[in-house]
């Protein structure tokens, strides 16, 4: 098993560590049906990274939609098949990156069955997000344990986000074109969280 799972980390540094060459972080195009997202990736997180970008040439994307969408929250995609028998990863939880509006983060399962927060190996969801008070963010990091510092208050006081979530999910990446798609989606009609229509996703690496 350790054996499998280094070889699996060293091809995966072989094969992408040309991106993290001058600090340049690789960028990914989302085209959807509603327009395209373009999102750069952080070195900052590079098993998240290279994952994700090895799934990207892979195609394993392909075909796949944005399935479950809450406006004002999140929109979450990345079910490939065959997802299931793929190994989670391990957290990559780094202070300064935190779910703030156009956020692209790791989906995973809950404390309960997931107590070291690895996760999911293909599913991820963009922060789509909303506006907090100040007094909400005290309220919210008393609930968690959590402490927002000043920069993550202003960004949610301003921009918005879903400061709920920091320190339980790996935030890997964020939106650079295409937040107003991800608005669009977000409004798409839906029954419950499910879209009505199929927003369909297909993936390139473009820089």
């Known amino acids: 098993m350790l054996k499998s ?6 091809s995966l540094f072989a094969f992408f560590a040309v991106t993290a060459q001058n600090g340049k972080e690789p960028v990914v195009q989302i085209s959807t049906n509603y327009g395209i997202i373009k999102v750069k990736l952080y070195n900052e997180t590079p098993v998240h990274r290279d994952n994700f970008l090895k799934l990207v040439k892979e195609g394993k994307y392909e075909g796949t939609d944005f399935y479950r969408v809450i406006n004002t929250f999140m929109i979450q995609g990345g079910e490939v098949k065959g997802g299931g028998k793929m190994k989670t990863l391990p957290a990559e939880i780094v202070p300064g990156k935190y779910h703030k509006r156009g956020a692209l983060a790791a989906a995973r399962e809950d404390d309960l069955v997931n107590p070291e927060k690895e996760s999911s190996p293909s599913e991820f969801y963009i922060v789509v997000g909303k506006v907090y008070e100040y007094d909400m963010m005290d309220r919210i ?6 402490k927002f510092n000043q920069e993550q208050k202003k960004e949610y006081s301003t921009t918005g986000g879903a400061p709920h979530l920091d320190g339980g999910y790996t935030v890997f990446g964020e939106v650079i074109e295409g937040m107003d798609v ?4 977000a409004a798409a009609p839906v029954n419950g969280e499910t879209p009505l229509e199929i927003i369909s996703v297909k993936m390139k690496v473009v820089e």
């Open 182 to 185: 991800v608005d669009k989606i």
């Open 141 to 146: 990091g008393d609930r968690m344990g959590y």
């Open 5 to 10: 799972f280094i070889s699996f980390a060293l």
